[in-house]
């Protein structure tokens, strides 16, 4: 027997503190003026396992694939917000805020944030290959039974905390003279826009994703009672000259594919903005605070033969069909394989977003919001595959695990008795104020083929959080599609039922089951103000939406 060695651990990300009340100006792309993150460091992957045996009268092959190591875990991230409060579990407000009235922050660059504060947990370490294979004479016992090793698990992440009360820009516009003909002197004046993906405030939890589960392959074979070959000859004379062994030999085949490990959940995240925001470039939000649960690893592929272990795998395997006519070992010996697909791990959820803004917020780019506020649970994973051969007993496809929830998100907006607006946005799709939380959707089941076939069930969904937006501001868009308020809380799809393939019977997967949307509400105050003055431009969306049933598989 065979043991593949198991992943280490990942260590985790420490506690993260930063304020500024100066003046920070960046100019290069993918340079934030404030770097704030917590990363848990992800599991190492197990080792694979191959065992070999052989025998005249009995031959035993096993091996275990090494299980992915766990991963280290992400911790609080705050800017400008006391180190008290957090680890007492508040928000930041006013009362503990690090006195940052002054603070000037600026950045020039694509993906340059003005804030980027992240905590992030590891993903864990993949499962290892496992591979047994058995040689033995006629009349002869074999058996190989191959597992595969169990992805890690991911880490949790931490909370994440960001206060502003100073201005803070980023992207810019910029003037330059091109020479527009092939010959003479004739230039133009153009406009080069720069902040592409560039926030003034990020703020993200991140849940680790599952390692996936490693695969798992079995092989034997049996030499014939006796083979006599003169000369050439015809195909026939050769196909009778190997003699079946004079009693029924024994050849089971057991194949386990590992299975994924569970994705973690996100960690709460919390912005307070008093300050000044202006954004210039596309999708650059003045505020993005995100919530993400770790998807669910992957489940190993269980396979009879080679494919998947190795490149060009499927070809040994296809060789190895195509000789079954010339086989002397039957075709009842074959009903001793059977696989199972390793079933996916379960996914994190998304936690709880509350998002207070009573500063100004200007966006000019497509697709800018004023303010997104968004909770996403963990998607699942896909269960592995299974196929057994056409002469066996069972191939069942490995299950989907189930998708993680939505948390709730909360948005308080204010600044009543301003006389200019709030929160002003001019690109296309630029909403004032988008509020989501989003169930993950359900994973897809493993397909299967063999006498008897079983598709994996495709896993369940996540449920979306209750999503409320309060205002009492003036908010102002001017591009198309471009809504005064959107909150939506959506129930994720059901995954996928699993496959099945060539098969005397066959069973598809059932399909998984939707989540549900969640309540969203939405209160605009007497003393507030919407105006979109672009095309498809809503005033106030509201919306709670079910996800749909998964399909179950198809038979083949």
Known sequence: MTLGGTGGTGGSGGQVYATNSGTIITLEPYSPSILAQSIGGGGGSGGGAVSVSSGLIFAY???????????????????????????????????????????????????????????????????????????AGPDSKQLSASVGGFGGAGSQA????????????????????????QVGEVYQQIEVLTGRNADGILAQSIGGGGGNGGGANTLSMQLAAQCTFTGLGLVSKVISACQAPKSPSINVQLDVGGKGGIGNNAGQVV???????????????????????????????????????????????????????FSSTGFVQGLGRVAVGGFSGASGAGQ??????????????????????????????????????????????GFSGASGDGGAVTVHNNRAGAAQPEIL???????????????GGGGTGGASSGTLSLGGFGGASGSGGAVTVDNDALLQTNGAYAGGITAQSVGGGGGQGGSTGLSAVTVG?????????????????????????????????????????GQGGGTG
């Open 352 to 397: 709880a977003v509350d998002v207070r803004n009573s500063g100004a917020i200007q966006t000019s780019g497509i697709s800018s919001q004023g303010i997104f506020a968004q909770s996403l649970g963990g998607g699942g994973g896909i269960g592995g595959d299974a196929a057994s051969g056409i002469t066996s007993v069972i191939s069942v496809g």
């Open 158 to 181: 931490g909370a994440v905390t960001v206060s502003n009360t100073g201005n803070i820009t980023t992207g810019s516009i910029t003037s330059q003279r091109q020479q527009v003909a």
């Open 271 to 325: 912005v307070n903005n008093q300050g000044f925001l202006l954004t210039e470039g596309q999708s650059a939000a003045g505020i993005l605070a995100q919530s993400i649960g770790g998807g669910g690893g992957n489940g190993g592929q269980a396979v009879v033969g080679l494919t998947g272990a190795f490149p060009g795998g499927d070809v040994v395997d296809g060789l190895l069909l195509a000789a079954i006519p």
């Open 61 to 135: 092959g096993s091996a275990a694939g090494g299980s992915g190591g766990n991963a280290g875990y992400g911790s609080t991230v705050a800017v400008n917000c006391s180190s008290s409060a957090v680890n007492a579990g508040y928000a930041c407000t006013p009362s503990n805020l690090t006195p940052v009235a002054n603070a000037l922050i600026s950045t020039s660059g694509n993906g340059s944030a003005g804030i980027l504060a992240q905590s992030i947990g590891g993903g864990g370490g993949n499962g290892g290959l496992s591979v047994a294979g058995s040689l």
């Open 425 to 439: 946005t001019s690109g296309y799709g630029a909403t004032a104020i988008l509020a989501q939380s989003v169930g």
């Open 509 to 549: 997967g059932y399909g998984g089951a939707s989540g549900n949307g969640g309540k969203a509400e939405v209160r605009n105050a007497a003393t507030a103000g919407i105006l979109t003055l672009g095309a498809g431009s809503t005033g106030v969306f509201a919306q709670s939406v079910g996800g749909g049933g």
